[in-house]
């Protein structure tokens, strides 16, 4: 609550001047306005000044309903402009006394009363505006315009300070009446802040307890009553904001000009199903697609721009996805490099940390013994795969082979799809009553089983490769990552062969519908004798011949392909997973071999392919949102959908994948994949919007050449001219070319730096794995013992049982001896190769003068362990543990 | 180190004791007097503690028990039960915890972690799912990484040098 904030901040700068205005009570102005306020012929001032009052509060609640009142209300402000501000003040702090008034019955004590209520609360002005109003009255006594736009300006700062409906605020003059009121309810919610102030500070005024008593009185009925207004305002002026909005983002509803309406000939069957699951009919003149938005330059009140925040807001999702992106892989950068993948201890931590003390769930239980074993297989692989050593010849060759391979199934699949893309382009000039609906959607299918055969496919072949499985599951989704996006891509270049066609088309259209328009006048002056004023054909909205309007047919294509993506996943789960789980499970009673553990099994959860699907999704989502936006809405159901429903199947009909390698570590592989994903689909995009001329008839940037067009509009029509020169020096490529030259040698020079660290660290690294190695050789024959090792070693619960320390050292060689055995003599580990080095080593040991490492000799109390653990040095905790006992008593 | 070792006020301490306290007797209401002025002998036998919810999925509660009751047998005095919590609880020092951690993983009792005892901590940890040649060649690694003097077995120097290093040792 940022307003909130604001308040306080308020009030406590009422703190500081609300002193001085205790003191300061007498001063003239104050006398002044007090004189003026008694002077003023009450009872007609009361009735004429209560008006504008209740109609700004009623205007809060019917914003725009009520027009004609307000304008009463503001032609009554006009007029009590000419009075100064001072008295305006004075004035409405009147009306809500009247108001109150109202309310409570009529006596003159009363009357006392809101007189002193406005010296105190006088008082407590703002600080600032007092200040400002001081010198406005003694600077100009007679009050005229000058003060009224000051007033005005005034009230725009209040403004700004609550932060509240900052939209408004930059309104013109012709929402004057909007502002006026926002101002009134900004001034009258400062009071009500005020008089809060009041009541928590009152304790420290200087006066009498009748007078505080009074005074606590009154501000608790004022707040009680204000407070509770404007709360309950609140609802309704959000409802209003609401219908505004709406009224204001999307100009003129459906059916109103001839983009948003259905034309004629499709009326019959526009609200069919097969043609709504096209997303033709009224779906295609809905505010799902581009073609929807009117090119009207500024909207409703509050001259709400659409063609142009359609574009920056366009633009601007890739922005703002480009930044979050390299952001992200930013942190991940750093959060990779702080030495978890030192690799000294990568067994030993895995050992001894990887479980979790905390868990008290057997399923959580499961899950962590599940994910420690493999963890563990993982790095046993990752152990073998550095010992393995083979042929590297034929594996040369088996890679070589493996790759080519790919290369034909990817050109395969690209040149399957620029064919029936093609094919769907000849479909789509025929009827479509007489196409079947494999024709219709054929583009569609054929990329879905695509993006379902590959993969595995692809698994396959790599199998050949022989790879590590971490460097194999990169290679992997490379590969699915290069089909899909050569699917995309070939399905672009087709649309786009399909949007140039159009584009010939509408320039036809363009030329046909001007021509007609140019009939018509000729023919109004021909039959009316009149050149001027003539009226615009009166043609329905729905027979207005309109060109195809590509922008939305691309939008349609881009919203199909990811409905039917949606489609394939969840059949896919639904058969691949559910049904496959759910025939395995119960056919496994009645059949000859063992179908979990055998062929069919269950489906193994794929993470990186899912995850490369998500990437996918948004890489069409950036593609398609700019000429569909209601593509993310689309997509947001999709996703919410889609993980509750892929969160079941998981849970339900999979298993873990066998070789399971955890993505954290590849995060920024991924990351990498999606920042690619959203390069090469914001190229196309950005490459239409400079290009392509937009349609003339449809969409925010019709009877433009380009659509960049509304940029340079604003610039020259809402933008100060200095901004426009700005902007012009900006864009001059002798600036630009500098600028990119800089950029480059600063990310040459970063990199170089960069790299620089990089060695140093791997430096420090060697450095530190040869101090280790000296350290182990070093310990062999050092007695060290700090302090705690010995205070710890004191807490060994048994250590009664051990011998005195003499009697261990000679016992320790036959210990090991006869431990040694014990070892070796394991079955299953008792590999002959094994016993030998356990030997060895226990003799290397032995052969080290190693008695004295861990046990000093010399006296030490071998009594019973609380007196001599009450005051271990180490630490207070331990202090503590051991403690315990005695406080129980 | 970065652990911090908060300093518990007596009525703290009490409070902390009196709720263990609870927990204690709550696991055997027929065993444990409430009365505890005269220190009776009581000892829980490890069956009650091991299924605590706080132990009862953990692979090494028998060895937490033991470990940390005075017999070696898992059977607990309310001192004991008290220690237990004391150095599990999460401001105890890193150095404790390492130490106790060195002694659940000894699971002979012969102040060093040898391959048997490895070879016993990763079974617990996979619930026997590793193969035999897996099991070995870990326990190698381990012994390869973590053995500073080249005894084939790991001290508790060895262990506390490894495990202050670890990234979560936490717990």
Known sequence: ?889 | MGNKQTIFTSQQLDAYQVRLFHRYRDLAPQLVPLDYTNQPEVRLPYELIGSMPELKDNPFRQRIAEVFSEDGEGNMTLDDFLDMFSVLSEMAPRDLKAYYAFKIYDFNNDDFICKSDLEKTLNKLTRNELTEDEVRMVCEKVIDEADLDNDGRLSLEDFQHMIVRAPDFLR
């Open chain 1, 1 to 889: 609550m940022p307003r909130r904030k604001n308040d306080v901040a308020i009030t406590m700068d009422d703190v500081g001047m609300e002193i001085d205005a205790e003191y300061d009570s007498g001063s003239d102005v104050d006398s002044k306005r007090r004189a003026k306020g008694r002077n003023k012929p009450k009872p007609a001032a009361r009735g004429k000044k209560a008006k504008p009052a209740d109609s700004v509060e009623e205007s809060e609640e019917e914003e725009e309903e009520e027009a004609p009142r307000k304008r009463k209300g503001r032609k009554k402000k006009e007029e009590s402009e000419e009075e100064s501000e001072e008295e305006q003040r004075g004035r409405r702090k009147k009306a809500a006394g009247t108001k109150k008034k109202k309310a409570a019955a009529k006596d003159d004590s009363e009357e006392e009363s809101e007189e002193e209520k406005g010296n105190k609360r006088r008082g407590g002005k703002k600080g600032a505006n007092k200040k400002e109003k001081e010198e406005e009255n003694n600077k100009e006594k007679k009050g005229n315009g000058k003060a009224a736009g000051k007033g005005g300006k005034d009230k725009q700062d209040d403004k700004k300070n609550k932060g509240k409906n900052s939209s408004s605020s930059s309104s013109d003059d012709n929402s004057e009446d909007e502002s006026m009121s926002e101002g009134e309810m900004a001034r009258l919610k400062e009071d009500v802040e005020e008089k809060k102030k009041l009541i928590a500070t009152l304790r420290n005024k200087p006066w009498r307890m009748k007078r505080r008593l009074k005074c606590l009185k009154e501000a608790q009925a004022f707040v009680e009553k204000f407070e509770g207004a404007l709360g309950k305002g609140k609802g309704r002026r959000l409802y209003a904001f609401k219908v505004m909005m709406t009224k204001v983002l999307m100009g003129m509803p459906y059916g109103s000009i001839a983009r948003k309406t259905v034309p004629r000939e499709e009326q019959d069957s526009a609200m069919d199903f097969s043609v709504l699951f096209e997303f033709g009919g009224y779906c295609k003149y809905s505010i799902m697609f581009y073609g929807y938005y009117n090119y009207q330059r500024s909207i409703g009140l509050l001259q709400f721009r659409l063609p142009l925040s359609y574009l920056l807001v366009g633009l601007g999702i890739f922005g703002y996805s480009l930044m979050v992106v390299i952001r992200t892989m930013a942190r991940n950068a750093n959060e990779g490099g702080d030495g978890a993948e030192d690799g000294a201890f990568t067994f030993c931590w895995k050992l001894f940390t990887s479980w979790d003390f905390l868990i008290g769930n057997p399923e959580t239980a499961d899950n962590k013994f599940a994910s420690t074993t493999t963890s563990f297989k993982e790095s046993i692989v990752d152990e073998q795969e550095n010992l393995k050593d083979e042929n590297i010849h034929l594996q040369r060759f088996l890679r070589v082979l493996a790759n080519l391979l790919i290369l034909c199934c990817l050109g395969g699949s690209g040149y399957l799809i620029y064919y029936v893309v093609k094919r769907s382009q000849e479909f789509a000039k025929k009827d479509r009553n007489e196409l079947s609906w494999l024709q219709k959607n054929e583009v569609e299918i054929v990329m879905s089983l695509l993006g379902l055969v590959c993969p595995p496919l692809f698994e396959v072949i790599a199998e050949l490769e022989n790879y590590h499985p971490r460097i194999a599951l990169k290679w992997q989704l490379g590969r699915i990552f290069a089909l899909f996006l050569g699917n995309l891509y070939t399905f672009l270049f087709a649309l786009f062969d399909e949007v140039n066609a159009k584009l010939e088309n509408e320039k036809e259209i363009k030329n046909e519908t001007i021509w007609a328009l140019k009939e018509y006048y000729a023919n109004y002056t021909l039959y009316h004798n009149v050149t001027e004023n003539i009226p615009p054909p009166n043609i329905s909205p729905a027979d207005v011949i309109r060109g195809p309007c590509w922008e939305t047919e691309v939008g349609i294509e881009f919203v199909k392909l990811t409905v039917s993506d949606i489609q394939v996943t969840y059949l896919t789960i639904l058969i691949g997973d559910f049904l496959r789980a759910v025939i395995v499970r119960f056919l496994n009673y009645c059949w000859c071999w063992d179908l979990e553990a055998g062929f069919p099994s269950y489906a193994e959860f794929d993470i990186s392919g899912n995850v490369l699907g998500l990437i996918f999704n948004q890489g069409m989502i950036w593609m398609g949102a700019f000429y569909a936006p209601g593509l993310v809405g689309v997509n947001v159901l999709r996703l919410l959908s889609s993980m509750y429903y892929q969160c079941w199947a998981v849970m339900a009909c999979n298993v873990p994948h066998e070789r399971v390698f955890k993505a954290s570590r590849s995060n920024n592989f991924y990351m990498g994949l999606l920042l690619l994903v959203l390069f090469l689909s914001l190229m196309p995009v950005v490459y239409t919007i400079m290009t392509l001329p937009p349609s003339f008839d449809c969409g925010p940037f019709s009877g433009k050449d380009q659509m960049y067009d509304v940029i340079m509009e604003t610039i020259e029509k809402d933008l100060p001219p200095f901004m426009a020169d700005i902007f012009s020096y900006a864009s001059n490529p002798g600036l630009i070319m500098p600028a990119v030259l800089l950029m480059v040698l600063a990310i040459y020079y970063l990199n170089a730096v960069s790299k620089a660290y990089q060695n140093a660290n791997m430096d420090l690294k060697r450095k530190m794995q040869m101090q280790r190695d000296e350290e182990k050789n070093r310990r062999n024959n050092k007695d060290s013992t700090n302090q705690v090792m010995k205070d710890l070693e004191d807490l060994l619960p048994n250590k009664s049982l051990i011998p005195p320390p003499s009697a261990e050292e000679t016992e320790k060689p036959a210990d090991q001896l006869s431990k040694s055995p014990k070892v070796t003599g394991k079955p299953g580990a008792a590999a002959t190769g094994k016993g030998v080095h356990v030997q060895k080593d226990v003799s290397l040991a032995a052969a080290n003068p190693r008695a004295p490492v861990t046990r000093p000799p010399g006296p030490r109390p071998p009594g019973p362990l609380p007196g001599n653990a009450r005051g271990p040095p180490p630490g207070q905790g331990m202090g503590r543990g051991r403690g315990g006992p005695p406080p129980r008593r």
